[in-house]
Each structure stands twice: as C-alpha cells, then as structure tokens.
Antibody
Framework: QVRLVQYGGGVVQPGGSLTLSCATS????????MHWVRQAPGKGLEWVAV????????YYADSVKGRFTISRDDSSDTLFLEMNSLRADDTGLYYC?????????????????WGQGSLVTVSS | EIVLTQSPGTLSLSPGERATLSCRAS???????LGWYQQKPGQPPRLLIF???HRASGIPDRFGGSGSGTDFTLTISRLEPEDFAVYYC?????????FGQGTKVEIK
C-alpha cells in the first residue's frame, strides 16, 4: 500500500535552517509529482511547493520563494524540503502529499495520499 | 493567483441533515481542476472529490461534488457522526496551487 512517512521537524531559531524528509513506498516514486503543504496552528491549509516527476519543474509559493528548496531522490524514493532563513510565520505542521498522476509532462492533479505531518516551530 | 472563498465558515447541523458547502473562485478553474478534502483533528487531509464531481476511492456516495467555472459545491446528503470535520476546496490547475480557507461542519 502507498505510504508517506515524514521525518525531521523540530524547534529552530529565527534565521535558522531545517530539512524535512518524506520517505515513500508502495508506488513508483519516480513517476509521481509531490507537494509540500503546511498548516499554521489552528489555521487552514497553505500550499508550499511542488516538484514534478522529472524534477525539471518546481514551483513555490511566494511566501517561501528564495528560502525553501524542494527536491527529490528517486534512488531512495524520498522527497525533501530544505528550509532556510526561517521566520516565526513558517511555524506549523508540514505535510508531504502525492499528486495522483502526471500526464504529458505535467503534474496537475489532486493530492491523493498525504504524510502524517512534521511539526516545525520557529522561535527564539 | 486564483483565490478560493469558501462559505459558510461554520455550518451547524444535526446528524441526518443535508450539508451544502460552497467554494467560489476568483477566476475560472480550468478543466475543472478542483478538489475537496476532509480534515479531522490530528489527522492529515483526506481526498474526497477530484475533478469537481468524482468521488475518490472509498468515499461514500453520500458525498457529492458539482460545479464548474467559478462556482463549486460539496454536498453531504445525510450527515453521519464521522462527517463532522473541516472541509477544504483546492484548485490544482495553475500555479500557485491554492486552498480555500475551509468550512467547519459542527454538530448542532
């Protein structure tokens, strides 16, 4: 069965860095696009970043552009989110999620499987 | 950026009642690349509806989606106790991908 297991997270000071991991199994990781979505405490869902199956296309929310980097390692079926210059408003639960399918080189589809979430707290 | 506005913010209903949730987009959602997710406390979101009207695998038929262009609706025909949760719409047809702010369905 499809599994997305997240690692990383923790408490970091403003301006610090952190990397989240999302280890996947149960599907051919290299054929799927992947997203990161976050949720501030008590708030709604906010899209963060996406990487298409071939890693040639990566898109970011304006709020994280230039600070966060999404990447993937198809040899280990793992997705990453490297977060730099962290701010207090980056605090929240970060989810990885799989795009249901990619077609014609693009990955515009619903998010059908989600990780359990990684808590990131940015505080001095 | 396509802004999604969900209404109402909170829906107070009793089990067995019908729930109607709205999601309005600031511009037309192509294809339509519109999905609905359910989130319960302490859990990740769960896909309910994709392509505006198609139920995801394992989703009961009391959940239905409709709409096109800029106006979309999620309907729960008869609320079960496990349906009380927060519901989000999402457009995935253009960057940036965006979510609505959510509608909480609570027990009256």
């Amino acid at each position: 069965q499809v599994r997305l297991v997240q690692y990383g997270g923790g408490v970091v000071q403003p301006g610090g860095s952190l990397t989240l991991s999302c280890a996947t199994s149960g599907f051919t990781f290299s054929s799927y696009g992947m997203h990161w979505v976050r949720q501030a405490p008590g708030k709604g869902l906010e899209w963060v970043a996406v990487i298409f199956y071939d890693a040639n296309y990566r898109y970011y929310a304006d709020s994280v552009k230039g600070r966060f980097t999404i990447s993937r390692d198809d040899s280990s079926d793992t997705l990453f989110l490297e977060m730099n210059s962290l701010r207090a408003d980056d605090t929240g639960l970060y989810y990885c999620a799989r795009v249901a399918y990619c077609r014609g080189g693009a990955c515009y589809a619903e998010l059908d499987y989600w990780g359990q979430g990684s808590l990131v707290t940015v505080s001095s | 950026e396509i802004v999604l506005t969900q209404s109402p913010g909170t829906l107070s209903l009793s089990p067995g009642e019908r729930a109607t949730l709205s999601c309005r987009a600031s511009q037309s959602v192509s294809s339509p690349y519109l999905g609905w997710y359910q989130q319960k406390p302490g859990q990740p979101p769960r896909l309910l509806i994709f392509g505006a009207s198609h139920r995801a695998s394992g989703i009961p038929d009391r959940f239905g989606g409709s709409g096109s262009g800029t106006d979309f609706t999620l309907t729960i025909s008869r609320l079960e106790p496990e349906d009380f949760a927060v519901y989000y719409c999402q457009q995935y047809g253009s960057s940036p991908w965006t979510f609505g702010q959510g509608t909480k369905v609570e027990i009256k």
